[in-house]
């Protein structure tokens, strides 16, 4: 966490780690690290961190983690309201056919995010690591080996096509940006976007074009990078409309994009042209989120809350959507935030999803509300006097 000067832009780090840190009237910052709600005296007037970091309680969700925002807040009179529990215990990835049956592989305890298989089904790109800190690894599902591909943070991987390069998100230069590197480890890491909050989501079959997701302060838009310069060019807006557009994923024939759009009031996933964006086919019926094609374009997949639904397309000679079909309901792991899908599809039609590991409780929430929070915490973190 740092300290900026609004004016010069002149910054120092206050403390390693941590997130969402506020100021408290009692002469304390308070942030969040990975579950746990802590504490550290604060002179406002120096600015400066005057003591030593103590946890104030420690089942603080950490459902938000990506983002780094923490679910606490507390009034001008001391008292104090949080949100305790999970909705994201560790999962572990799993195989699972269309009638929701599930095979797991994977070591357990890795805290696996948003698996990718590669073009040709033998690998598979994942985040793994604390959500506040992923790294990306590569998985070698014929020999059972995983190989660590990034060490200054990385998440969402996309493979390329040709199966030699991953582009993923990471917030190690500051903003979350757009990177991508080699997948056997040679060359340099390079930068695709600078500044902003944008998150890969899809790369065009014949990997020319990358969609991506930008967070702005009024919702998410999708925006498109092209991919075939020498250099690199300006990302540009493809949907930046007034609300919120997400999880765009290219057709496998690269000439249609579905998507989730809340314009309706709801979430639902839509299908438009590419690169014209000329037509919009709602495909969901009361609600829908993290669209993904069949890898031979006969279906098209969506979530509808725990459900895994189906829609028979064709192209030729026009799009042609068909009802959807529930395919299997199940507690697997859902996007937060309605985003990137967090499951993929096989060439088979199986899907790569993230299953609870045995023995996991029930995911549950529960606010919980502090009276005269400040009292307490200048007893538990006492300041210079």
């Known amino acids: 966490m740092v300290v900026r ?24 910052l308070v942030y969040a690290v990975t579950g746990a709600l802590f504490a550290v005296p604060f002179d406002v007037e120096r600015v400066e961190v005057t003591g030593s970091a103590v946890p104030v309680f420690e089942d603080l969700m950490t459902a938000f983690a990506y983002t780094g925002a923490a679910p606490f807040a507390f009034s001008d009179n001391g008292n104090l309201v949080y949100v305790s529990g999970s909705v994201r215990g560790q999962k572990i990835p799993g195989v699972v056919d269309r009638g929701g049956a599930a095979t797991p592989f994977g070591e357990p305890g890795r805290g696996y995010s948003r698996p990718r298989l590669s073009p040709d089904g033998q690998q598979l790109a994942v985040a793994v690591g604390s959500a506040e800190a992923p790294d990306i690894w590569t998985f070698d599902l014929e020999r059972d080996v995983m190989t660590r591909l990034t060490f200054e943070g990385g998440s969402r991987p996309l493979w390329m096509p040709d199966g030699s390069r991953i582009i993923y998100a ?8 757009i990177f991508q590197t080699s997948v056997d480890g040679s060359g340099e890491v390079v930068q695709l976007t600078a500044g902003g909050y944008r998150i890969p989501a899809s790369i065009s079959p014949d990997g020319n074009v990358l969609l991506f997701r930008q967070d702005r302060t009024n919702g998410m838009d999708i925006g498109m990078l092209r991919l075939d310069q020498e250099q690199n060019t300006e ?23 579905a998507y989730t759009s809340d314009e309706s009031g709801q ?24 669209p993904l094609w069949k890898r031979d374009g006969t279906e098209l997949f969506f979530r509808a809350d725990a459900k895994m639904m189906a829609v028979p397309t064709t192209f030729e000679p026009e799009l042609s959507l068909g009802q959807p079909e529930l395919l299997f309901e199940g507690p697997f792991e859902r996007s937060s935030r309605d985003v990137e899908a967090q499951y993929d599809v096989a060439t088979d039609g199986r899907f790569l999803m993230l299953l609870r590991e045995e023995g996991q409780a029930e995911e549950t929430m529960r606010i919980n509300v502090v009276l005269n929070w400040f009292e307490e915490l200048k007893a538990r973190v006492p300041t210079e006097k």
């Open 235 to 257: 990302p540009t807006m493809l949907l930046d409309e007034s609300f919120d557009e997400r999880s765009a994923v290219f057709s496998p024939n690269g000439k249609w994009i």
């Open 5 to 28: 000067h609004l004016k010069t832009g002149e910054q120092r780090v206050l403390l390693e780690g941590g997130t969402d840190a506020r100021y408290v009237p009692t002469g304390h």
């Open 170 to 177: 990471s917030n190690q230069r500051g903003d979350y940006d």
């Open 267 to 290: 979430a639902e996933v839509y299908v438009r042209s590419f690169p014209g964006l000329r037509g919009r086919e709602q495909v969901s019926r009361n609600g829908g989120t993290e």
